[in-house]
């Protein structure tokens, strides 16, 4: 029987629409974006403008405001380094305990260098109070940065508010949407975020590829690039543009943007997961609730009290489920998950946690099969820690 995937946060399967997208450039068509003195070239460079417009208009920006990356690790990245490397040494980085590795740590490489880095608490739910970065920023504070949607717990921020308070300090504000950019996408073109990150992966597209917003309003971004070479992507991203990969990036958009049944459809599949799962002895739910419209409409985060986390995750993994117990990035990291640890779990509570990401591919049926791998995991470990040493 096929593995169920929900592990759906660590990263989606890639749509066969999308695939056909990018089948002409993975196979003959193969020009240089760059290389535009020829017809095969041009070729190249206009399907990449055409999947900058596609992502664009998801995001309510213009297409020349757009770079393309390897994702949203580097988008990242290139954000908040690029930014503040640009500025003075001593200029103040404002960050949230909940925020991905890879904003969390340029944060600490920036300490290292000599910049500020703060990183706010959040709450039980793994929210950040906006007025909190009012109160954090110093005179130097230039950057702000704080995730769309987390990727562990589901939390969806109030961006709205967080720009609101940013324009008041002076801040520049960088927002890593690589979660929820399905449900974010009137939030963003609303939000007026000066620099966003965004993974094409994360929407059924391909890996490998994502983009970053520079916005290009009034107050110029000064940032700087981390790459250097051919001076593609306005000087900001030098190399070779992977025209297959930007297609299907486009295209990933484009169905995103066309499919209104999704989020009912997935918010209603996780909460069957969650009713099939809530009576199971010591199980908790962690983050916001789930129908607060606040959590991203496929994700559900349990703890199971007393339960071995590895052994746990290693008997779901042989029944064939996937899911995971925290980001995809820091598995192979033997400490309990951050945002967990910053949402007031303990270290064990936190190891024994489940994430479940559902795609707009999962059915009810695998939700079901999910429950019952999960619950009858849990079971047969509680048989085992409660019989008495010697006992078979
Ligand atoms: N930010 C968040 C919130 C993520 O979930 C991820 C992927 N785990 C990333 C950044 C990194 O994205 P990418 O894999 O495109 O580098």
């Not at 009713?275 to 419209?293: A, H, K, Q, T, V």
Request: proline share 5%.
């Amino acid at each position: 029987m096929n593995r169920i995937d929900l592990d759906n946060q660590a990263t989606t399967r890639l749509d066969p629409l999308v695939f056909e997208a990018m089948r002409p450039w993975l196979l003959g068509r193969g020009g240089n974006a760059s290389s535009t003195q020829h017809a095969s070239g041009r070729d190249a460079r206009d399907a990449v403008e055409s999947a900058r417009e596609e992502v664009a208009a998801a995001i309510g920006c213009q297409p020349r405001e757009l770079i393309f990356t390897s994702g949203a690790t580097e988008a990242n990245n290139l954000a908040i380094r690029g930014v503040l490397e640009a500025s003075r040494e001593h200029s103040q980085f404002i960050t949230t305990a909940a925020e991905h590795r890879s904003v969390l740590d340029p944060g600490r490489r920036l300490s290292r260098m000599g910049y500020v880095t703060t990183v706010l608490p959040v709450d039980e739910e793994g929210r950040v109070d906006p007025a909190a970065i009012a109160q954090a920023a110093a005179p130097t504070a230039m950057l702000v940065s704080v995730m769309l949607a987390n990727n562990e717990v589901g939390t969806i921020n109030d961006l709205t508010e967080i720009c609101r308070v940013a324009e008041r300090q002076r801040l520049l504000v960088h927002c890593d949407a690589a979660q929820g950019l399905g449900e974010g996408m009137a939030v963003l073109s609303r939000a007026p975020v000066d620099l966003l990150s965004l993974s094409a992966h994360k929407i059924h597209g391909p890996q490998g590829v994502g983009a970053l917003l520079v916005r290009r309003g009034s107050r110029r971004i000064p940032i700087r690039p981390l790459l250097e070479g051919g001076g593609h992507e306005l000087g900001l991203r030098s190399g070779t543009l992977p025209t297959a990969l930007i297609v299907g990036f486009g295209e990933a958009v484009r169905i995103l943007r066309t499919d209104a049944t999704r989020t009912h459809d997935l918010c209603s599949r996780r909460n069957r997961l969650w009713e099939l799962l809530r009576n199971i002895p010591g199980i908790r739910r962690n983050g916001p609730p789930l129908e607060s419209g606040l959590r991203l409409s496929n994700n559900l985060n349990v703890s199971f009290e007393g339960i071995d986390g590895a052994a746990l995750l290693a008997r779901i993994d042989q029944a064939g489920l996937d899911v995971s117990s925290g980001a995809a990035c820091s598995s192979s990291d033997p400490e309990p998950s951050h945002v967990l640890r910053a949402i007031g779990l303990n270290d064990a509570l936190a190891r024994a946690s489940l994430r479940f990401g559902l795609s707009r591919f999962t059915t009810d049926d695998e939700i079901d099969r999910a429950a019952a791998i999960v619950s009858d995991a849990v079971t047969s470990l509680r048989g085992e820690t409660t019989q008495p040493p010697g006992e078979t």
